[in-house]
């Protein structure tokens, strides 16, 4: 019987070396994480990690449409910064969309008849947030966080908040967290993204070519590659709005950042690696 228990106990050992000799050590990518563990798609969102919650406000000037998550594996901190960030959103806009109106309503000229208040639902203001998940796992939590509406002026806002935080630590994660190896990687970023944003917008279709002033074509060209290059310069503040999976990561450019209204807010993937 005590042969026995040793021939088993050695079985056992051997089969423990040869898994470590033959199966490697895991595969991470740049902020540690094993990407066996979450390069599927399925598991960057693992279930029921996170809730989606509805802040529900009574307001005389605007309507309000508003969701946020709330993680279920983050400190409280983080997911207090999520909502107070919401709630001081939400407080900017009820001032802003209250001294529009009441402007509105004390420089009206004979024959507008606007009340003092909104008369109905259709006649206020308003404000949503809204959110997308790009992971929510046991590591790590990314996702981008979007709000705004209409408060008055020639159109409305909208705004994209980026949150990255890693869940085994209990902490936020930087840009800079994403490229451990690579002290250039602002202007690696700045490059690809220059790239993709000059095929998109600084470039006109060979019908427009022949329909339009050579003169006028090459200035929407000059401006545009200027707004592009200025907006993509390779300093934190033209990146800080990301998500990131294992192998890519996304970057958000706000309205105007790298062109005018009209081409509204452009999304850039570029590998990590």
Known sequence: ???????????????IVIGFLFGGSPSKDGT????????????????ESYESKTLTID??????DVKYPYFVNADASFNSQIEDLIKTKVEDHKKASQEYWQARYETQVKGENISKVPATDEDKLSFYASF???QSNPYYISFVLNYGGFSGGAHGYEINKSFAYDVQNQKAIELKDLFPNDTEYLTYLSNASRKYLDAQFAT???EDKKNSDPEAIASYIKGMTSAIEDGTKPINDNFSVFTFTPDKIKIYFAQYQVGPYSIGMPEVEINRE
């Open 1 to 15: 019987m005590k042969k026995n228990l040793i021939t088993i106990i050695l079985l056992i050992i051997v089969l």
């Open 32 to 47: 540690g994480v094993d990407k066996n563990s979450v390069v599927q798609k399925g598991d960057l969102i693992a279930d």
């Open 59 to 64: 307001d005389p000037y605007v309507t309000f």
């Open 132 to 134: 997308t998940i790009v």
């Open 204 to 206: 006109v279709s060979e």
